[in-house]
């Protein structure tokens, strides 16, 4: 089974920052990598597949990049909205997919 | 409207069973790869099971020989039978669809809104 390792848990973030949020693959998943952001009550959405291609509708100013085993999310400048919990998943290994634990983007 | 909506979850005792369903619109069932996941009382995403366009089937070693993945392409809806359920199955279980080409195959880019279930005595 493919571990998938975020970090940090939980980050604080002021409106308007930037917010990186990292996702650890324990081999290599090659780019076959999605994000997700979940809210309180609500079902997962997709953000992010491919590793940096934007699924339909999501803003700019959410980015992915990273190959093999790192990867980033990039948020460039937090909205209320986008306060959070974001889940990476590795879909490389079929059809054992793995997510991340998640990381928690609270206002601070 | 591309959708999906669960039904079926509940209040089981341990060792019991359950039957979960996933109706979809705007999308062909069959055509696509179908799995269930699963996210425990405030914890994270687990994949539970997938169905394949061409009817293959997996697990995930916590719920096989348990859980039974299935569809049927008359109602365009899925379904997973749940047997001999423990306190750990307690979650919501979405269904989730990822497309059967393109660089999101394997992804999830449509989701349920989920159904709960909650194994208790």
């Known amino acids: 089974e493919i571990v998938m390792t975020q970090s940090p848990a939980t980050l604080s973030v002021s409106p308007g920052e930037r917010a990186t949020l990292s996702c650890r693959a324990s081999q290599s998943v090659s780019s076959n990598l999605a994000w997700y952001q979940q809210k309180p009550g609500q079902a997962p959405r997709l953000l992010i597949y491919g590793a940096s291609t934007r699924a339909t509708g999501i803003p700019a100013r959410f980015s992915g990049s990273g190959s093999g085993t790192e990867f980033t999310l990039t948020i460039s400048s937090l909205q209320s909205e986008d306060f959070a919990v974001y889940y990476c998943?590795?879909?490389?290994?079929?059809?054992?997919?793995?997510f991340g634990q998640g990381t928690k983007v609270e206002i601070k | 409207e591309v959708q999906l909506v669960e039904s079926g979850g509940g209040l089981v005792q341990p060792g019991g069973s359950l039957r979960l369903s996933c109706a979809a619109s705007g999308f062909t069932v069959s055509s696509n790869y179908m799995s269930w996941v699963r996210q425990a009382p405030g914890k994270g995403l687990e994949w539970v099971s997938v169905i394949y366009s061409g009817g293959s089937t997996y697990y995930a070693d916590s719920v096989k020989g348990r859980f039974t993945i299935s569809r049927d392409n008359s109602k365009n809806t899925l379904y997973l039978q749940m047997n001999s359920l423990r306190a750990e199955d307690t979650a919501v279980y979405y269904c989730a669809r990822s497309p059967l080409v393109g660089a999101a195959s394997g992804a999830f880019d449509i989701w349920g809104q989920g159904t709960m279930v909650t194994v208790s005595s």
């Open positions: 998943q590795q879909y490389n290994n079929w059809p054992r997919w793995t």
